[in-house]
């Protein structure tokens, strides 16, 4: 009976609005509104307007609300939308019919629905799950000169059977891959997972969605799946071919960009000078690829150089591991009756 009631309410409203015009009529909520999973980490909300809807000069719009699993608002003169978000925790979400062009008009009443968390036990789903990505060069075409390779570990649920073994696939884009290379535990359980070429693009912008599920004879193993930025899991190269000379006083550092598919003028450098002689450190931060300095000429110069993609190409993410140390300069002889003594 209530929705009866609810449209010959409606529909009483409406004949209020026809006899009385400076009244407000009615919005009426979304009809047919569904969740579906379409990909990895990847939903599809579609409603359609209602039908009953008072056809007025007034521009409607959608103003639709995640509830979980994390909050978010925000309105659209769509009648669907595609949302990136974790799913092993459920999915649920809220839209309402709004006014686009009259905000002195009251939005309608919330219509909702779900997308249930998938079944397992618990305690079975992988815990501690991290990737890293690194971009190498691809000497097999000149159409993708880099390629991206993608590794990944995690430990093994605490309640997950002896007998679980856990597998990994990742999406980017339109892209997903099922892992074919895994390192295992000593009850030959899948660990970790090595993909040496991805469809990755390190330069995208994209999340990386992971996806882990599991099987197991004694229990139904829970799916876990995460969402990565690319910039905080993108394992920097060293810079390239550090080279340092010693003219006088004047000590003269030069290096190549890392293998990146970033271009040269997207890094930041950090410089580590390290005088062997009076055991200090000196570190320089650079946004270019030449260092000089003026330095104590009689001593030896240990030299490492580390880099990181700038925040003018992308969200600042980890630097690059140091450089191999190398070593520059010369060390004081001093000659004695009995021996040449060397002092650095």
Request: some cysteine; aromatic content about 10%; hydrophobic content about 35%.
């Amino acid at each position: 009976m209530a929705p009866a009631s609810l449209i010959l309410l409606g529909a009483t409203v409406i004949l209020q609005v026809d006899l009385l015009p400076d009244k407000k009529f009615l919005l009426l909520p979304p009809v047919n509104f569904t969740i579906k999973a379409i990909n990895l980490a990847q939903v599809l909300l579609r409603w359609e307007p209602n039908t009953d809807q008072e056809q007025r000069n007034v521009q409607l719009g959608y103003h639709v609300k995640i509830n979980a699993p994390q909050e978010e608002d925000y309105e659209t003169r769509n009648t669907e939308s595609r949302r990136i978000t974790i799913l092993h925790k459920g999915f649920s979400a809220s839209v309402q019919t709004v006014p686009w062009n009259d905000r002195s008009l009251q939005p309608s009443s919330w219509v909702s629905a779900e997308l249930r968390a998938p079944p397992g036990s618990p305690g079975t789903s992988i815990v501690n799950l991290t990737c890293t990505t690194n971009t190498k060069a691809n000497n097999y075409t000149h159409l993708r000169p880099y390629q991206v390779s993608l590794h990944c570990t995690w430990l093994v649920g605490k309640d997950a059977p002896e007998d679980t073994q856990y597998f990994l696939y990742y999406r980017y884009g339109s892209w997903t891959e099922e892992c074919q290379e895994y390192s295992k535990d000593t009850l030959q359980r899948n660990i970790a997972c090595w993909f040496p070429r991805t469809f990755i693009n390190s330069k995208g912008r994209d999340s990386l969605a992971v996806y882990v599920n599991g099987s197991s004879e004694e229990a139904v193993i829970k799916p876990f799946d995460e969402l990565f930025a690319l910039h905080a899991i993108d394992r920097v190269n060293p810079p390239a071919k550090v080279t340092a000379e010693i003219e006088g006083t004047c000590l003269s550092i030069q290096w190549e960009k890392p293998v990146s598919a970033f271009p040269v003028h997207c890094f930041d450098y950090e410089v580590k000078i390290y005088n062997t002689r009076k055991g200090y450190f000196q570190t320089e931060k650079m946004t270019t690829n030449t260092f000089i300095s003026v330095i104590d000429g009689i001593s030896e110069y240990s030299i490492q150089v580390r880099a990181a993609v700038s925040s003018v190409c992308r969200a600042v993410g980890p630097s690059s591991e140091w450089s191999q140390p190398i070593y520059v300069g010369y060390c004081e002889i001093q000659t004695t009756t009995t021996a040449d003594n060397i002092y650095c």
